[in-house]
């Protein structure tokens, strides 16, 4: 971003949310480094399954990562949850787990 503007995207989807995100966690930090973007947060759908790939890709590229999540609810409502510490993402993965079960 140019004139020192801080920019980052609170909600990008990878391809491992099935029929929501197209394009890899690879690919879509080298894009967010090409256009100057500072920080990302990747939140599939019910589901950490890119994280690993996108902590790698920021590593790579020097954006930062936010880990995050995209909840569907079972009333047809969704909210995105991101995670500040290690006990709030194992309490993350935890629910995960129960809404699969």
């Known amino acids: 971003m140019t004139g020192g503007t801080r920019y980052a995207e609170l909600q990008v989807t990878s391809h491992f949310s099935f ?6 966690c690879e690919e879509l930090f080298a894009q967010a480094a090409t256009l100057g973007i500072e920080a990302l947060a990747v939140v599939d759908r019910n589901s950490l399954a ?27 409502m969704s909210v995105l949850v991101y995670p500040t510490d290690r006990p709030a993402y194992s309490r993350l993965c935890r629910l995960l787990s129960l809404g699969k079960g």
Do not use: F, M, N, Q
Not at 19 to 24: E, F, I, M, T, V
Not at 56 to 71: D, N, P, S, Y
């Open 50 to 76: 890119g994280i690993v790939r996108a902590h790698e890709a920021a590593k790579t590229t020097g954006v930062r990562l936010i880990v995050g999540c995209r909840l569907d609810l079972a009333d047809g």
């Open 19 to 24: 029929l929501r995100g197209a394009s890899p």
